[in-house]
């Protein structure tokens, strides 16, 4: 990514300047602790930490998008990328303070939302070191491994393989690795049209909150709740109905929602049998999950990436998003279509609660029809650009 010289100052028009202080009078307001008492007391709590952390996110863009600008952090047009003109990125560095003060301010830290927190931030500070310098994939990854590795040690693991079988740790171990690194990257693989990381993350956050409230776990469903917020925050900047975005995530933003949504999926318990336990999580992440997957089995089997090396730093115009558009769906209707794609798999998630064996399968069956009818597309739209 080159480096522009830095840009114009910020928009100091009296519309702006009026927008600016309605969103400071916003945040200002929540703030109040009879504003708070009011939403607790009604029972609104969760819908107080959306708020704050929107709010919070609504405030701090503006400002990281006018220090990206001053300093000439922009995403230049190529092409394998879909805008058209430079760009500001730094915007995650916006939802991770809004998150992060919303929690801090708000929660009490358990040890594993610690770890989560703490990996989380070493994420994003990788994350803006590559929006900064161009860090080597190589050592982006060595990094989420590093931060992964922190979470571990307060405890984030999964327990997905039985105390009772030989190594189970040692593989439980293995297994929480490669869920962070693939959560986290596929959410980072998806951030190549406007609001789309942005808004699937704030889908996501939002059925962990769902399903944490099924499974009476409400801290969880609390702890989603800013998630949500400072997701929501970001996007009036990023996704504008047919107008470029004004900032972009980054890889600090979105590297930093995947590792988040990741953490909260190891955190909780999802159901007393661990097969539908474990497909909770999967169903809510089902359309970043798929994507990653399926474009590496593509790229390997067509020939496309032959090491572990050239898969890392192989980058075309091959994901989900890419194929919509490839369609003939213009970049807001495939994002809407990608949302809905991902709402729908939440909801089947949503039917696991006290959900047979039986019963399981037949959602996750469903679901793979989904995934199934989303790859006959991806496929024609790939022999299209042939």
């Not at 037949?362 to 199934?372: D, K, R």
Request: glycine fraction near 10%.
């Amino acid at each position: 990514m080159s480096r522009p010289a830095a840009q114009t100052l910020p928009d100091t028009t009296p519309a702006a300047l009026a927008a600016t202080l309605l969103r400071g009078a916003f945040l200002v307001a929540l703030t109040l602790p009879s504003v708070r008492r009011g939403f607790g007391a009604s029972g609104l709590g969760w819908a107080y930490l959306v708020a704050l952390a929107f709010a919070l996110a609504l405030v701090s863009v503006p400002l990281v998008r006018a220090l990206a600008r001053w300093w000439g952090v922009l995403d230049t047009p190529a092409a394998r990328k879909v805008h058209a003109v430079a760009t500001p990125l730094l915007g995650g560095a916006a939802v991770y303070a809004a998150f992060a003060a919303t929690v801090l301010f708000n929660f009490t830290f358990s040890l594993t939302l610690k770890g989560v927190a703490l990996g989380a931030t070493i994420v994003v500070g990788i994350g803006v070191l590559d929006d900064l310098l161009d860090v080597p994939a190589r050592w982006k990854l060595a990094g989420q491994v590093v931060a992964v590795a922190v979470a571990m040690s307060y405890g984030v693991v999964l327990d997905t393989i039985p105390t009772a079988w030989p190594g189970s740790y040692a593989i439980n171990l293995v297994l929480t690795l490669l869920w962070f690194l693939m959560v986290t990257n596929a959410l980072q693989f998806l951030d190549g049209m406007d609001g789309l990381a942005a808004g699937l993350g704030a889908i996501a956050a939002l059925f962990f909150s769902l399903a944490a409230l099924q499974t009476n776990q409400p801290y969880l469903m609390f702890l989603a709740a800013p998630l949500v917020g400072a997701c929501l925050g970001f996007l009036p900047y990023n996704f504008r109905f047919g107008r470029p975005a004004t900032i972009f995530l980054g890889d600090a933003g979105a590297s930093f929602i995947g590792f988040t949504l990741a953490g909260l999926a190891v955190m909780g318990e999802w159901a007393e049998n661990d097969f539908i336990g474990l497909l909770t999580p999967v169903l809510i992440l089902a359309v970043p999950l798929f994507d990653i997957a399926f474009v590496g089995t593509v790229r390997i089997v067509t020939g496309k990436v032959h090491s572990f090396g050239e898969w890392l730093a192989y980058t075309a115009r091959d994901h989900i998003h890419h194929r919509f558009e490839a369609l003939g769906l213009t970049r807001t209707e495939t994002v809407l279509l990608i949302f809905f794609i991902a709402a729908t798999l939440g909801l089947s998630a949503m039917l696991l609660k006290d959900a047979t064996k039986h019963e399981a399968a037949l959602v996750l069956i469903q679901a793979g029809c989904v995934l199934a009818i989303i790859a006959v597309l991806e496929g024609v739209a790939r022999g299209r650009g042939r």
